[in-house]
């Protein structure tokens, strides 16, 4: 059978609209850019590390940390706001303080501008397994359990500014308060 003007032979390609478009895709390449008609192979990305299968890991546990605006309630960070006190770098100097810093915990420090008003809150999460460690340790500082329910722990009045710090325990948590009229202003936490 012949190529050319027969009838098509069990060979011949059968006539598509591909194959009827590719002089006109011919023709505008010539009037373009060859190098956007050529058939370039496109570069395959590489899956990025959060793309890529995940590795066999052990499960993760919870996260047990918290940030600065959440150890306060919505109340306790409206009342830093109502009374001008700011965000400052953490300034803590109470030896307990600094130990549950050491230890792991966040330390967050508000002042208020051109005064003396400073409030330093540290909260470090505490598993029950080394909670009799940290209850020996608030007595070592002095601290004392004021109500005797072990959820509110008062310190030595301290010089300078003739407050007790407090330690309050809520559910897996240990928060101190250089200033006690923040106490009851924590946000909740539970196990």
């Known amino acids: 059978m012949s ?3 027969g009838a098509p032979g069990p060979y011949a390609a059968p006539m598509t609209i ?3 478009l590719l ?6 390449c010539l009037g373009s850019s060859l190098s956007a008609c050529t058939a370039q192979p496109q570069p395959m990305p590489s899956p990025s590390p959060s793309e890529s ?4 890991q052990a499960p993760a546990e919870a996260p047990t940390s918290v940030e600065c605006p959440d150890i306060l309630s919505a109340d306790g960070n409206a009342k830093l706001a109502a009374d001008g006190l700011d965000p400052r ?3 803590v100097v109470d030896p307990l303080a600094v130990r549950l810093v050491d230890a792991g ?3 967050c420090t508000w002042v208020k501008p051109q005064t003396d008003l400073i409030l330093t809150v540290v909260q470090l999460p505490v598993p029950d397994s080394e909670w009799e460690t940290w209850e ?3 007595t070592d500082a002095g601290f004392v359990d004021s109500t005797g329910s072990g959820a509110l722990y008062t310190g030595p009045v301290e010089g300078g500014s003739g407050m007790s710090p407090v330690v ?3 559910g897996d948590r240990i928060t101190f308060l250089n200033v006690p009229a923040f106490a009851d202003m924590l946000a909740p936490h539970t196990i």
């Open 89 to 91: 770098e953490p300034r």
């Open 23 to 28: 002089p006109l895709v011919a023709a505008l």
């Open 53 to 56: 299968a995940p590795e066999a």
């Open 18 to 20: 591909s194959t009827r």
């Open 3 to 5: 190529r050319g003007g």
């Open 136 to 138: 020996a340790a608030l």
């Open 105 to 107: 915990g966040v330390a």
């Open 168 to 170: 309050v325990v809520t």
